[in-house]
């Protein structure tokens, strides 16, 4: 989290925009933080986005669109890959963004098999508040232990490899 994947997402979408591509965003309809219908960054950067129950909605409502932005991709449930697939095999540009790891340090959702069918995979980093180093995890900083739980910077914060090793072993 707070890597700025919705921002990069929001800034690879726009360029197709410039590009007069026609851009469709979808969201997961859980993922309701900042707004029901638009991908909201963490510093409030927004565009329009339809949140959906399914990944099988995206097929259809996609029908139309040059390029299809995916945003949270590891909370959409595991035909999330198929669909990509299949919107790329059309000819369509397909973006994801999503954590590739939950807060436990293991692969999430569909996420792991979204990267290896991905033909690029371009992995952002946070900062740990810790250390300043490169954050490679998500530490949640409350005791529920349910894998999906949205969050902010009240629940959550990046850590580094070796904050998140030294975390993990004072709470064990």
């Known amino acids: 989290m707070f890597s700025g994947k919705t921002e990069e997402l929001i800034r690879r979408l726009k360029r197709a925009q410039i590009a007069q591509l026609k851009v469709m965003v979808f969201k997961p309809l859980t993922d309701n933080r900042y707004a029901e219908n638009a991908v909201v960054t963490h510093d409030e950067g927004r565009m329009t986005a339809r949140p959906v129950a399914s990944a099988l909605e ?8 040059d390029v299809v932005g995916l945003d949270e991709a ?9 669909v990509a697939n299949e919107l790329a095999d059309r000819g369509k540009r397909v973006i994801v963004a999503g954590l590739d790891m939950d807060f436990n340090g293991v692969p999430f959702g569909p996420m792991p098999y979204l990267m290896a069918v991905a033909e690029f995979v371009t992995k952002v980093h946070a900062i740990c508040v810790r250390s300043g180093e490169l954050a490679h995890y998500s530490h949640r900083l409350t005791p529920d232990s349910t894998q999906v739980m949205l969050g902010d910077r009240r629940t959550y914060e990046p850590l580094s490899r070796a904050e998140f090793v030294r975390e993990r072993q004072q709470n064990s």
């Open 58 to 65: 995206v097929l259809d409502a996609a029908r139309d669109a």
């Open 74 to 82: 590891q909370f959409f449930d595991d035909e999330i890959v198929r």
